[in-house]
């Protein structure tokens, strides 16, 4: 019996993908970003549900769901358990519920046959070169490049998400990487700027972990927005 490790489950979520919806934070990441602000999901717990359980919960809250509400899963990192998000997409499937993957593209499995069952997924871009991105996330942007071939293979949609730290990303030749990275991207349905904070730094605390970022101011929503802005005019008008 497949089990798998999740973290929690939050019924009504309205951030992570359109409408309504429930959040499946799974445990187990690969990746070490400076700016995780879910530490505590770094490592693969114990096997705690199974698929069917998941499905019992989730269809509980399928009334609020309505037209455009579903599943996300989240984490951590869902591609982490590729056996147990493969056989619960599969379910939620046969129930016609809609399916939100939240990943950075770093995990295990074969990533064309679970997106077969994913209907969007919310591509959380790191860094765009593999220098900065290795010193960022300790991980390696080819294996984050590997996800993305699946991904255009599936013509699936794809809502874009970068985290804006101050000193890393708010320059404009890092807007024009991203750009030209982007480019390379299918179906990008939207792109959303997300302001570092610090909001995680407790939990490195409790745990007793040093926070890497302890030095960089938080982002400012205003100086965010703007560089997105720029950012946008930037994309569009790039040939």
């Given at each position: 019996?497949?089990?798998?490790?999740?973290?929690?489950?939050?019924?009504?979520?309205?951030?992570?993908?359109?409408?309504?919806?429930?959040?499946?934070?799974?445990?187990?990441?690969?990746?070490?970003?400076?700016?995780?602000?879910?530490?505590?999901?770094?490592?693969?717990?114990?096997?705690?549900?199974?698929p069917?359980?998941?499905?019992?919960?989730v269809?509980?809250?399928?009334?609020?769901?309505?037209?455009?509400?579903?599943?996300?899963?989240?984490?951590?990192?869902?591609?982490?358990?590729?056996?147990?998000?493969?056989?619960?997409?599969?379910?939620?499937?046969?129930?016609?519920?809609?399916?939100?993957?939240?990943?950075?593209?770093?995990?295990?499995?074969n990533?064309?046959?679970?997106?077969?069952?994913?209907?969007?997924?919310?591509?959380?871009?790191?860094?765009?070169?593999?220098?900065?991105?290795?010193?960022?996330?300790?991980?390696?942007?080819?294996?984050?490049?590997?996800?993305?071939?699946?991904?255009?293979?599936?013509?699936?949609?794809?809502?874009?998400?970068?985290?804006?730290?101050?000193?890393?990303m708010?320059?404009?030749?890092?807007?024009?990487?991203?750009?030209?990275?982007?480019?390379?991207?299918?179906?990008?349905?939207?792109?959303?700027?997300?302001?570092?904070?610090?909001?995680g730094?407790?939990?490195?605390?409790?745990?007793?972990?040093?926070?890497?970022?302890?030095?960089?101011?938080?982002?400012?929503?205003?100086?965010?927005?703007?560089?997105?802005?720029?950012?946008?005019?930037i994309?569009?008008?790039?040939?």
């Amino acid at each position: 019996m497949i089990k798998g490790s999740i973290d929690s489950i939050e019924s009504m979520g309205l951030v992570d993908g359109p409408g309504i919806r429930t959040v499946i934070f799974m445990n187990g990441c690969r990746l070490r970003c400076k700016y995780c602000h879910n530490p505590e999901m770094w490592t693969k717990k114990e096997n705690n549900i199974t698929p069917e359980e998941i499905v019992k919960k989730v269809l509980r809250n399928k009334p609020y769901f309505k037209n455009n509400g579903g599943v996300t899963f989240s984490g951590g990192e869902p591609l982490f358990q590729p056996e147990f998000l493969l056989e619960t997409c599969k379910l939620l499937k046969k129930e016609n519920i809609h399916i939100a993957l939240d990943t950075a593209g770093h995990g295990f499995g074969n990533y064309d046959e679970i997106l077969k069952y994913v209907d969007l997924v919310l591509l959380d871009i790191k860094h765009t070169n593999k220098k900065d991105y290795k010193e960022l996330t300790g991980g390696n942007i080819d294996e984050a490049d590997e996800f993305i071939r699946s991904l255009n293979k599936s013509n699936k949609k794809v809502w874009i998400r970068q985290v804006v730290v101050p000193g890393i990303m708010d320059n404009d030749e890092y807007l024009i990487s991203l750009s030209n990275k982007l480019k390379t991207i299918k179906n990008i349905e939207r792109i959303d700027f997300l302001p570092y904070h610090k909001l995680g730094r407790e939990k490195y605390i409790a745990m007793n972990i040093p926070y890497p970022l302890e030095n960089t101011p938080e982002m400012n929503k205003d100086e965010c927005q703007k560089l997105y802005e720029k950012f946008m005019n930037i994309y569009k008008n790039k040939s």
